[in-house]
Structures are given as structure tokens and as C-alpha cells.
């Protein structure tokens, strides 16, 4: 006869939403197992066992990021008419965003990943990872610009992926010292006005 485990006592979802919060506020190494036993409201051993480990628990906490939160910005790019106010949509998501709220910490989580913190190889993976599908993302649209006559054909739309990128990156950095969304929105606006054909 097959054993049947005990239930699992508590909302899984729910913990990897609160999990990803504490990461997101406190970062990776300063996240203590404790902490994220409280958050997440799961003794030791359930925490293990639905997760694995706090590293396991950080990649799929990061998935979840992405999914959720990172979506619901990057997910502006598409919007636009052109790649153009697709992009100057997507920074103005992030001005909305990226700084600190009653819902939210400040920044980006998968931006954050990348700095002040000493990360182990399977994170600094993923983050990696992350970020260069944002900029996969920037290089498509832009891309798809050029081959429509949004750009000129002599666009440099490897650098200019780039620059909207370190941009975009700059912004969640900004964010997590306390910018302001209207400070970051001068930000955006500057960025908008470097647009090929602006000046």
C-alpha cells in the first residue's frame, strides 16, 4: 500500500510571493533563513522541503519576478505603436515602477542581482541570464524598427539596445538610493530626447 505524505501546510505561492519580496528588499546574502521562515510564514523543515534550499528558493523566487513584476514593466515595450514609444513606454513604467512603495521595495530585482552582493555561480547565472534577455528584447524591437523604416538602415542597434538597457539599469539603481519618479522621469525624458532623429 502507498503511503500518502502529510499535506503541505501552507500556500506555496503565497510563500514564493513573500519570499521574492524579502530578496527583493534585503538581497541574497543579508536574507537569513530565519527571516524567510518568518516571512514566509513555514517552519525550517517545510521550507526545505517544498524548496530545497535558499538558493534553490532565490532562482525560483527570481522566475516569479519575472514573471510577476518584471513583466508587467517589460511588458510595455511591446505596446507601442512604434519601438519608439515602445521604449519611452517601458521607461516610463519603470519611472512608475522602480522607486519604493507601500507594495513594492525599490528597484529592480533582477537589476540588483548584478551588484553588492557576493552571489553563488548558479544565481549570478540566472541573473545574468535575465538581463540579457532584456536586452534580447530591446535588440528585437529596435531590430523590427529598422526593418520597417522606424530607423534607418545604419542604426547601430546593437549599441542602442545597450544604451537604453544601461539606461533602464541605471534607473532601478537610482531607485533603490531614494530617486524620485519625478527625478527618474527627467531620466526617461533625457534618454527619449537622445533618440536617433531627435536632435
Known sequence: MAVIGRPREFDRDAALEAAMFL???????????NDLCDAMGVRSPSLYAAFGSKEALYLEAVEHYVRTQGL?????LAEGATARAGIENLLIAGTESLPKSRATPAGCMAVLAAVGDEWPAAIARVA???RLEMLGMLHARLQTAVAKGELPA????DGLSRFYLSVFQGMA???RDSTTQAELRAVAEAAMAAWPGSG
Open 23 to 33: 530578496f527583493w528588499r534585503k538581497g541574497f546574502s543579508a536574507t537569513s533563513m
Open 72 to 76: 508587467r514593466v517589460w511588458g510595455k
Open 128 to 130: 545574468k541570464k535575465v
Open 154 to 157: 545604419s542604426t547601430d542597434v
Open 173 to 175: 539603481i537610482q531607485a
